[in-house]
């Protein structure tokens, strides 16, 4: 079953099918995406800065030239369990870190078994909203990120990783938001206005 979790560009899909991955426990968090320059616009936005700032110096977060790539560890949570390349984040009962501090595709990406699974051979009535969801986020945020990629390759400094950079991602994350708010109407929960 499918549930949407509706908030602008922040929306996150969620299905049951996740709890008993048939990718093994750690799901998609054998292969986390990136930090884009949209992610961590984003999270900087909601008041993320230091974290990003602390995580950067402890080696969870590496600079890359298309943002943060996140490291991965090799580890079980089970003595029985085999050892397993993931996601720095994930724990025994999955992610670790707030959905304020994941790459949007972390909250919004489903893959296809989830939307198709349903026991009872039906449709599940909120999948096709989660395509369309799913979909819209995808290409806003692949636009935002090509518009970003852009004006980060065009400072002369470069991505410099200290406070003043991760504030203007932040505030030039906030400018493609506002730019958007239309786009992203049908993603507002109901009665938020
Ligand atoms: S989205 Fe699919 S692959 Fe990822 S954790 Fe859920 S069921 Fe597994
Ligand atoms: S940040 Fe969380 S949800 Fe994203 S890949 Fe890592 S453990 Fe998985």
């Given amino acids: ?92 009962r999955g992610c670790t870190v707030p959905a304020e501090r994941r790459a949007a595709t972390c909250n919004y990406f489903l893959c296809e078994d989830a939307f198709a699974e349903r026991a009872d051979g039906q449709t599940d009535p909120a999948s096709a909203e989660g395509r369309r969801a799913h979909a819209l986020l995808r290409d806003v945020y692949g636009r935002w990120d090509r518009e970003l990629a852009e004006a980060v390759a065009s400072r002369p400094e470069g991505p410099t990783w200290d406070a003043a950079f991760l504030d203007w991602l932040g505030a030039e994350f906030e400018r493609l938001s506002r730019a958007s708010r239309d786009e992203l109407g049908e993603l507002t929960a109901r009665g938020s206005g």
């Avoid at 093994?24 to 700032?53: H, M, Q, Y």
């Avoid at 298309?66 to 720095?88: D, M, N």
Wanted: with cysteine; charged share 25%; proline share 7%.
């Fill in 1 to 92: 079953m499918i549930r949407l979790e509706l908030s602008g560009e922040h929306t996150r899909l969620h299905s049951t099918l996740c709890a008993q991955c048939p990718q093994g426990p750690a799901g998609c968090c054998v292969s986390p995406p990136e930090l884009d320059w949209t992610d961590i616009g984003r999270i900087v936005s909601l008041d993320g800065r230091g974290w990003l700032l602390e995580q950067i110096a402890a080696g969870n977060l590496l600079p890359v030239s298309r943002g943060l790539e996140l490291r991965r560890v090799r580890k079980r949570e089970e003595r029985t369990a085999p050892r397993q390349s993931k996601c720095v984040y994930h724990g025994a």
